[in-house]
């Protein structure tokens, strides 16, 4: 296919991503350098997302660059969508719900993905995302948000993920905060959450967070690491010349041990954070060695005198649109994609952490990618080149990091009756236990309907695996079963609402209706619609 | 003394020209910078604690930070339910802490 008619059908098409992140910026700069008009939306008043939070325009600095990795991949990424005219960025925009009408007309077999992966012009232009996302614009949480309803030709999800912390005695303590916290306020807030601070869990991501909490002037007291040195061994070093290609990953790396001999922070591994202290605050930790498994080893607990608790044992992507849309999951629970990044429903797209847990390089290629295909683009075209070249080279961390860092089953030894699995109900693990044991109930559904676990606030985003691995509903990951029918979908990352949101937006606006006054080719705004049939 | 702001003369990224605001949290005034969250205003003065639980009464704060817990939930301006972490303070807010008693029947 010649450049020229590429573009020409590429004129007119709109494409809706969501999630202003690295995946979301890249896809948003991909598609509109294949014409695309583009939107972008982040529930959040800035782009850059959680990797790159950052001060807001009231709090000026000379220098914010030094607390970020990439920072001029993303203020130039960010200026050149913000100038131009064909992307529109609309921040504070929190999607609440994404309806599936369908398969739409001229969706046949050939405009779905084929088996390489390569999606023609012709039958992307010839299938519109069978979608309607619905939207509230405003204040976080404010009661005045505005809704807007859009139908793009394409849909780009970059929802990216959150942190996973599992539960242990006194980790609902004040002062006992995810490492995500830790990260987002002395970034986004210049705030150190303590001045004593314990860092820990699983991951590399417990690096650039000890780099940027000591850079607030707190003193970490060591970031200590559950998984072994041998798991670190074999998830890191076998074929070792994959790597090379991901020297950029290497050098940020190098960059965080560099802070940490700075600032003397010790590295531990195979260690972790078993309890937190305290009546109303934490006061102190006990950090125990585990073994293989993460199980403690009794005798090896220590007592550590803390203020701030910061942990985080990996990340749980943001499925929760990916499922209301329709895409399948893989049986690893992230989002199924070809080689285009497009998913099981045609005109839907995924990149970055939802594809799975691979960092921020890994996330920039699959946002160009996604964003150029969806635009209209092949794989093949040669402007992708590099990026398909970089998406390779960055494809095995996801696996490297699972096989270094991936959550092992003996973390429930951390666990004591009274602890509180699910936080927003208050749910402690001893109730769960009994419940299991004294009806049979193995259902995720029924579990949750008796104890409440995973039905609070936060709708299961905190608990929801944990409850899950539990109640062993969850199994090897494919076999996850609900109720006894197996499902990938039905689980506590489905969400229909996928954000909380108040009874008056809900009554105010019935979600539009797909046979209703809306060019399915257009995108349409409707703010407020009162009185909606 | 525990959660702090770096002060902005030490900061080695040279932050600059801040906007003083006030809000205050059961009546209780605080000063912040215009651009902190809520959360960052109250955290800032080293509290850590303001929600109370409903079933246990227990204290909670700032748990994950990014929006997707819901620990940190406060009234503002009278709107409940508002996540601390992710509204931006304004000069004169009026913030009230939450405890929601249970319903008598789930005691």
């Known amino acids: 296919m010649s450049p020229g008619a590429a573009s020409a059908s590429s004129a007119g098409r709109t494409v809706l991503v969501v999630g202003a992140g690295p995946a979301g910026l890249a896809a948003a700069k991909a598609a509109r350098e294949r014409g695309a008009s583009v939107i972008l939306l982040d529930s959040a008043d800035a782009t850059g997302g959680q990797y790159w939070r950052h001060l807001p325009a009231a709090r000026p600095s000379a220098n914010e660059r030094a607390l970020h990795h990439g920072w001029s991949t993303y203020t130039a990424l960010h200026a050149e969508l913000d100038r131009d005219p064909g992307c529109e960025i609309v921040l504070g925009a929190q999607v609440w719900a994404i309806e599936q009408f369908g398969a739409a007309p001229g969706a046949t077999p050939d405009a779905a993905p084929g088996a390489d992966g390569e999606r023609t012009d012709a039958a992307a232009a010839a299938a519109p995302a069978p979608v309607a996302v619905h939207v509230l614009v405003g204040l976080p949480d404010g009661t005045a948000r505005r809704g807007r309803t859009f139908r793009p030709d394409a849909l780009v999800l970059a929802t990216g993920a959150h942190d996973r912390t599992l539960p242990f005695p006194g980790w609902d303590l004040p002062g006992v905060f995810t490492a995500g916290a830790a990260q987002a306020f002395a970034k986004g807030e210049r705030v150190a959450l303590g001045e004593r601070v314990v860092i820990a869990g699983a991951g590399p991501f417990l690096l650039p967070v000890a780099a940027s909490v000591a850079a607030t002037g707190a003193k970490v007291l060591g970031v200590y690491e559950a998984s072994r040195a041998a798991a670190l061994v074999r998830g890191w070093l076998p074929k070792p010349w994959q790597l090379v290609g991901a020297a950029k990953k290497g050098g940020e790396l190098a960059g965080y041990v560099g802070s940490h001999l700075r600032h003397r922070i010790p590295y531990v591994t195979g260690r972790a954070v078993v309890a937190a202290h305290g009546t109303d605050r934490v006061e102190a930790v006990t950090i125990a060695e585990v073994d293989a498994d993460w199980r403690s080893i009794p005798g090896t607990e220590r007592r550590v005198v803390a203020d701030a608790v910061c942990v985080s044992h990996g990340f749980t992507p943001r499925l929760e649109l990916p499922i209301a849309a329709g895409c399948e999951l893989t049986p690893e629970r992230f989002v199924r994609i070809d080689e285009g990044q497009a998913t099981s429903v045609p005109g839907v797209y995924a990149a970055g952490e939802i594809t799975g847990i691979g960092g921020v390089d890994a996330a920039l290629a699959e946002g160009e990618i996604a964003g150029h295909v969806a635009a209209g683009g092949s794989t093949r075209d040669a402007d992708l080149a590099a990026a398909i070249g970089a998406r390779r080279t960055f494809t095995g961390f996801a696996a490297r990091i699972e096989a270094a860092h991936g959550i092992r089953p003996g973390w429930t030894s951390w666990l004591e009756d009274d602890t509180i699995v699910c936080r927003c109900e208050e749910v402690p693990y001893g109730r769960l236990r009994e419940t299991r044991e004294a009806t049979c109930a193995s259902g995720l559904r029924s579990m949750k309907l008796t104890t409440r676990a995973g039905l609070g606030i936060c709708q299961g985003r905190v608990c929801g695996r944990t409850v899950e691995e539990l109640i062993g509903a969850g199994g090897a990951p494919g076999a996850l079963t609900v109720d006894g029918s197996p499902s990938t979908s039905a689980t506590t990352d489905r969400r229909p609402i996928a954000s909380p949101l108040r009874i008056g937006e809900l009554a105010g606006r019935a979600p539009g209706d797909p046979g209703g006054p809306v060019d399915p080719h257009t995108i349409t705004h409707r703010p407020s619609e009162k009185g909606h049939p | ?107």
């Open chain 2, 1 to 107: 003394m525990a959660a702090r702001m770096m002060p902005s003369r030490h900061d080695p990224i040279r932050r600059r020209d801040e906007t003083a605001i006030g809000i205050s949290v059961d009546g209780e005034p605080i000063a912040g910078v215009e651009g902190q969250s809520i959360a960052g205003v109250v955290l800032a003065r080293g509290r850590l604690a303001w929600r109370t639980t409903s079933a246990e009464g227990r204290p909670r704060g700032l748990f994950c930070g990014i929006g997707v817990c819901f620990d940190c939930i406060v009234t503002v301006n009278g709107e409940r339910d508002v996540r601390a972490c992710q509204r931006r303070a304004s000069d004169g807010d009026v913030v009230e802490t939450q405890h929601d008693e249970l319903p008598e029947a789930a005691r």
